[in-house]
C-alpha cells in the first residue's frame, strides 16, 4: 500500500541556522503533498503545501521542494526560531483524498 | 480556515464499555471524513475512510467491528470504540476536507479526543 517515509526522526539545530526535513513516497498517483506542524497534545495544523504540477513553493521561511521522477519531497526552514521547535508531519494524497502521513520529524530549535 | 469540531476532547471510560467520539464539520460540507489515531510521540496512522450515505473504508487491520464508523450527514462522523480495553488508549484524530470537486486541498484536523481506558 501507500508509503510516506520521513527523515531524520529527530533534528536539532541552532537559533538562525536552517533545518532540512525530507520525505518519499511510493504511490504514484499522489498529488498533493501538505506538511503539517504539531505541537504536544494539538492537532496538526498545516503550515505550507505543494501540488504535483509545481516543484517549488515558498512562504516566508518555509518552502517545499518536489522531485515527481525520485517521489522526494522536503520541506526547509531558514532563519529557525525557538517557536519553530515541533513535531512536523510530512503527508502524501492521491485524488480519493487519502492522505498518508510521514514518522514525523522532532525539531528543536536551541537559543 | 474551515472549522473541525471533535467531541469529547478526552475521555476516561472502564474496559469492557464503548466510547463515542463526534466529529463535526461546522462551516462546510464533508462527504468524506478520515479518523486517524496516533500514540505517544507516533505519526498519525489511518484507520478508515468516513463515507457520508456509504460503509466506511478500513486500513489493513484495523478491526470494523471494534472501531464502528457512522456518516449520516455531510457533517457529522462518528467513531465508537466497542468493548474497549487498554490498549485502545491512544489519541483519536479525525479530519475532514470542503469538498471540491476533484480537486486535492488542506484537510482540517479535529482537535483530537484522548481515550483511556482502564
Known amino acids: 500500500g501507500e508509503n510516506v517515509e520521513q527523515h531524520p526522526s529527530t533534528l536539532s539545530v541552532q537559533e538562525g541556522d536552517s533545518a532540512v526535513i525530507k520525505c518519499t513516497y511510493s504511490?504514484?498517483?499522489?498529488?498533493?503533498f501538505p506538511w503539517y506542524k504539531q505541537e504536544l497534545g494539538k492537532r496538526p495544523q498545516l503550515i505550507i503545501d505543494?501540488?504535483?504540477?509545481?516543484g517549488e513553493k515558498k512562504d516566508q521561511r518555509i518552502a517545499v521542494t518536489l522531485n515527481k521522477t525520485a517521489k522526494h519531497f522536503s520541506l526547509h526552514i531558514t532563519e529557525t526560531q525557538p517557536e519553530d521547535s515541533a513535531v512536523y508531519f510530512c503527508?502524501?494524497?492521491?485524488?480519493?483524498?487519502?492522505?498518508?502521513f510521514g514518522a514525523g520529524t522532532r525539531l528543536f530549535v536551541k537559543a | 480556515g474551515a472549522v473541525v469540531s471533535q467531541h469529547p476532547s478526552w475521555v476516561i471510560c472502564k474496559s469492557g464499555t464503548s466510547v463515542k467520539i463526534e466529529c463535526r464539520s461546522l462551516d462546510f460540507q464533508a462527504t468524506t471524513m478520515f479518523w486517524y489515531r496516533q500514540f505517544p510521540k507516533q505519526s498519525l496512522m489511518l484507520m478508515a475512510t468516513?463515507?457520508?450515505?456509504?460503509?466506511?473504508?478500513?486500513e489493513q487491520g484495523v478491526e470494523k467491528d471494534k472501531f464502528l464508523i457512522n456518516h449520516a450527514s455531510l457533517t457529522l462522523s462518528t467513531l465508537t470504540v466497542t468493548s474497549a480495553h487498554p490498549e485502545d488508549s491512544s489519541f483519536y484524530i479525525c479530519?475532514?476536507?470542503?469538498?471540491?470537486?476533484?480537486?486535492?486541498?488542506?484537510?482540517?484536523f479535529g482537535q483530537g479526543t484522548r481515550l483511556t481506558v482502564v
Open positions: 468516513s463515507n457520508e450515505g456509504s460503509k466506511a473504508t478500513y
Open positions: 503527508a502524501a494524497s492521491t485524488g480519493g483524498f487519502k492522505t498518508i
Open positions: 505543494i501540488r504535483s504540477n509545481v
Open positions: 479530519s475532514a476536507r470542503p469538498a471540491t470537486g476533484t480537486l486535492n486541498t488542506e484537510a482540517f
Open positions: 504511490d504514484s498517483a499522489s498529488n498533493y
